[in-house]
């Protein structure tokens, strides 16, 4: 039995992504040599911490900066400004290390 070659899609910041169900999954808010980054549609459920924790196992979930790579730990919520380079909230999004 054959199998596939894996397909490659095209994406850009702003587009909307779906499942296979046709399920809006979010808006890509970056992209890199991994692959991208979705924001959650609006009226969606934030994850938690501890499902966060949940999801990534044995990983560390803590917030990176898009704009200089800096990364810290969370506490109660994501910092106001990257504490490195003072990008503004939106450029920090959650990391898992390990």
């Known amino acids: 039995m054959a199998s596939e070659e894996p397909v490659f899609a095209e994406v ?3 587009q909307s992504v779906y499942d296979e169900d046709g ?4 808006t890509v808010r970056g992209v ?5 980054y979705v924001s959650s549609p609006s009226g969606s459920e934030p994850l938690t911490l501890t499902d966060a924790r949940d ?3 044995t990983a ?4 990176r900066c898009w704009e200089c790579g800096e990364m810290g730990e969370i506490g109660k919520e ?3 400004n990257c504490p490195n380079c003072d990008a503004p ?4 999004y959650y990391w898992a290390e390990d």
């Open 55 to 57: 999801v990534f196992g």
């Open 78 to 80: 994501l910092p106001a």
């Open 60 to 63: 560390y979930v803590m917030w």
């Open 32 to 36: 890199d040599d991994d692959g991208f």
């Open 23 to 26: 399920e809006e999954l979010g």
């Open 89 to 92: 909230r939106e450029e920090l």
């Open 12 to 14: 850009s910041i702003g």
